[in-house]
């Protein structure tokens, strides 16, 4: 299987696993625990710390990680992960948290993998039509388990368009942020017209 799809497939499960932090937890906890891993994970990589106990963290990076980030930054990726879920969980309710996380994980994750196997249409940035189509869909009905699903839609296509338009090495930090930011207005102006929401 292809580095970055094995990537992508963890990609997907590895983040989807702060769901239940966020609802057993609360955001704040989730946040903190973010900041503790990002700094740990900071510290044994700039001080190439290798021993049993750090053995499983280097298995995952060598495995997983690109490879210009080998040579330069191991663990960058989680490192931005990390500070955008931090900021995400410390400035925007739950369910903002929740809706982030979710489009981090799962539109980012299929729009890789549905692009590098089926993709044809290339758009900006080396992303393809077929795996951003593919990822808005996917995205939209993991959505519509927390949200209205044509308000999920809406979210979707916005994070689809951020995906596109951003670096594909820093999309970790700008999705979670950048979603949660447009979530948070998106809810904003529906409440005057649907205060279910």
């Keep these: 299987m292809d580095r970055e799809i094995k990537r992508k497939i963890f990609h997907i499960f590895s983040i989807l696993l702060?769901?239940?932090v966020l609802y057993l937890?609360?955001?704040y906890f989730l946040a903190g625990l973010m900041v503790i891993l990002a700094t740990t994970?900071?510290?044994i990589v700039k001080l190439n710390i290798k021993n049993p106990i750090?053995?499983?963290l280097w298995f995952f990076i060598e495995n997983l990680e690109r490879e210009e980030n080998l040579k330069t930054f191991p663990a960058k990726e989680a490192f931005s992960l990390a500070l955008g879920i931090t900021i995400v969980s410390l400035f925007f309710e739950e369910k903002i948290?929740?809706?982030s996380i979710i489009s981090l994980a799962i539109y980012d994750g299929i729009a890789t993998i549905i692009g590098m196997k089926f993709g044809k249409i290339k758009l900006l940035n080396n992303r393809t039509l077929e795996g951003t189509v593919?990822?808005?869909?996917?995205?939209?009905?993991?959505l519509s388990?927390?949200?209205n699903p044509l308000i999920g839609l809406i979210?979707?296509?916005?994070?689809a368009v951020i995906e596109n338009i951003s670096s594909s090495k820093e999309d970790n930090f700008y999705i979670p942020v950048a979603t949660a930011f447009f979530s948070f207005f998106l809810f904003l102006y529906l409440r005057n017209f649907t205060p279910s929401l």
Excluded at 134 to 142: D, F, K, P, R, S
């Design 18 to 20: 702060l769901l239940p």
């Design 41 to 43: 994970v900071y510290l």
């Design 145 to 147: 388990f927390i949200i």
């Design 54 to 56: 750090t053995q499983l």
């Design 25 to 27: 937890f609360g955001k």
């Design 97 to 99: 948290v929740a809706i």
């Design 155 to 159: 979210i979707s296509i916005f994070v």
């Design 134 to 142: 593919a990822g808005i869909i996917v995205n939209t009905i993991a």
